[in-house]
T-cell receptor, first 113, second 116 residues
Framework: DAKTTQPNSMESNEEEPVHLPCNHS???????IHWYRQLPSQGPEYVIH???SNVNNRMASLAIAEDRKSSTLILHRATLRDAAVYYC??????????????FGKGTTLSVSS | GAVVSQHPSWVICKSGTSVKIECRSL??????MFWYRQFPKQSLMLMAT?????????EQGVEKDKFLINHASLTLSTLTVTSAHPEDSSFYIC????????????FGPGTRLTVT
C-alpha cells in the first residue's frame, strides 16, 4: 500500500485557517486521497476525499498538488471542536465497500482560544 | 449520515473472562465490517475483516482463536475477546462501508475494554 507522511502535530488559534499537509510520493494513478479525523475517545469520521482536482465541502477543502505527490487539508476557520487527529489515507477505489482503511499516525491538531 | 453503533461503550472485565462487543449498522446494510484496535496515543490498527456469511479474515499477528468474529447478519458483527488479559485492554472500533457505492466509511463510537 502506498504510504502517507504527516507531521505529528500542529497548533492553531481559533478562527484562523489551518493547513494540514500530507505527503504521498508513491501514490498510484488510481489512488484516491481520503481524510478522516478522530476526536478524542471517538471513532474516526470522514472529512473529505479527492483524486486530482481540488475539492470543497462544508467541513473543509482539499488541495491536491498537480503531481499528486502531496495534498493539503484546509480548515478555513478552526474552532475548538476541530481539535482532533487528522488522518490522510490513500484508497484504491472510490467505492470503499470491502476495502479497509489503513491508518497512519496522523496529525494531532490543537486549537487554542 | 449513516450510523454505526457499538455496545457496550465501555466494559471492565477480569482476567481470564470473555467479552463480547457488538457492532451494528443502524440504517444501512453491510456485507463487510472491519475491526480495529487502538492503544493509547497510537493510531488505529486493523485487526480483521468481518464477512457476512463467511469466515472473518485476520491481519497478520492477530490470533483468530482469541478474537472471535461473527457476522450474524447484514447489520451486525460481533467481536469476542476470549480469555482476556490486561494487555488486551484497548479501544476497539468497528467500521462499516455501505453495500451501495460509497466513498465514505462509517465508524462506530468505539468500545473501551479494561481487563483487570
Amino acid at each position: 500500500d502506498a504510504k502517507t507522511t504527516q507531521p505529528n502535530s500542529m497548533e492553531s488559534n481559533e478562527e484562523e485557517p489551518v493547513h494540514l499537509p500530507c505527503n504521498h510520493s508513491t501514490i498510484s494513478g488510481t489512488d484516491y486521497i481520503h481524510w478522516y479525523r478522530q476526536l478524542p475517545s471517538q471513532g474516526p469520521e470522514y472529512v473529505i476525499h479527492g483524486l486530482t482536482s481540488n475539492v470543497n465541502n462544508r467541513m473543509a477543502s482539499l488541495a491536491i498538488a498537480e503531481d499528486r505527490k502531496s495534498s493539503t487539508l484546509i480548515l478555513h476557520r478552526a474552532t475548538l471542536r476541530d481539535a482532533a487527529v487528522y488522518y490522510c489515507i490513500l484508497g484504491q477505489t472510490i467505492n470503499q465497500a470491502g476495502t479497509a482503511l489503513i491508518f497512519g499516525k496522523g496529525t494531532t491538531l490543537s486549537v487554542s482560544s | 449520515g449513516a450510523v454505526v453503533s457499538q455496545h457496550p461503550s465501555w466494559v471492565i472485565c477480569k482476567s481470564g473472562t470473555s467479552v463480547k462487543i457488538e457492532c451494528r449498522s443502524l440504517d444501512f446494510q453491510a456485507t463487510t465490517m472491519f475491526w480495529y484496535r487502538q492503544f493509547p496515543k497510537q493510531s488505529l490498527m486493523l485487526m480483521a475483516t468481518s464477512n457476512e456469511g463467511s469466515k472473518a479474515t485476520y491481519e497478520q499477528g492477530v490470533e483468530k482463536d482469541k478474537f472471535l468474529i461473527n457476522h450474524a447478519s447484514l447489520t451486525l458483527s460481533t467481536l469476542t475477546v476470549t480469555s482476556a488479559h490486561p494487555e488486551d485492554s484497548s479501544f476497539y472500533i468497528c467500521s462499516a462501508p455501505p453495500m451501495t457505492d460509497s466513498y465514505e466509511q462509517y465508524f462506530g463510537p468505539g468500545t473501551r475494554l479494561t481487563v483487570t
